[in-house]
């Protein structure tokens, strides 16, 4: 995994999520990255999260404790200074699941509870967004034909945390790409995700 960014990185942060459950045993690297960006104002400091958990379908008890362990870290350095928290990854669970409904605030897992915002859903209220789906031929193509049977699922988020009254970023808008074939050739199998997210006057108005 990387993060990219074209204002300066500060400090770097990584959790190893093998070290949960099955994890440790399997060969996907899964785990999160975390990048303290310095951005201007009235931006200022945020910290950026990429966070892969483990992808298979029946190991949502291992999403769920890693998606718990890196809420508890950005929760440990957010505050140091304050900052904005962007989450955003390839979750492999959709809206429904635990770790999903975790980050969003529906419910608590192991005495631990945050609120991060959905951009998608935000923006898109009751609209599928699938990320993984078969009408990329890749999908059911793809790894000898293991997906044949994938129905679609939106598995790709872009989050923003939130704190007592809601998100610290204002969500503007939020869009799938790479959706069509460029010269006959997909992107990933999987279609990403991009938000474009403001900050907030002094007032609370949205910067225009």
Known sequence: ????????????????????????????????????????????????????????????YERETQTVAVARLVDEIVDDPPAHVILAGDLDATPEAASIRFLRGRQSIDGTSVSYFDAWATTH?????????????????????AWALELGRRIDYIFVRGRDHGPTLNIRSCTRLFTEPVDGVWASDHFGVMADLSTLLTDGRPVP
Do not use: K
């Open 125 to 145: 209220p009751g609209e599928h967004g699938y990320t993984f789906t078969p009408d990329n031929p890749m999908v059911p193509n793809g790894e000898d034909g």
């Open 1 to 60: 995994m990387s993060i990219a960014s074209r204002w300066p990185i500060g400090r770097v942060h990584e959790l190893d999520g093998r070290r949960v459950g099955r994890a440790a045993s399997a060969p996907f690297t899964c785990g999160s990255l975390i990048a303290e960006i310095e951005a201007p104002d009235p931006l200022g400091r945020f910290l950026f999260v990429n966070h892969i958990p483990s992808w298979q379908l029946d190991w949502e």
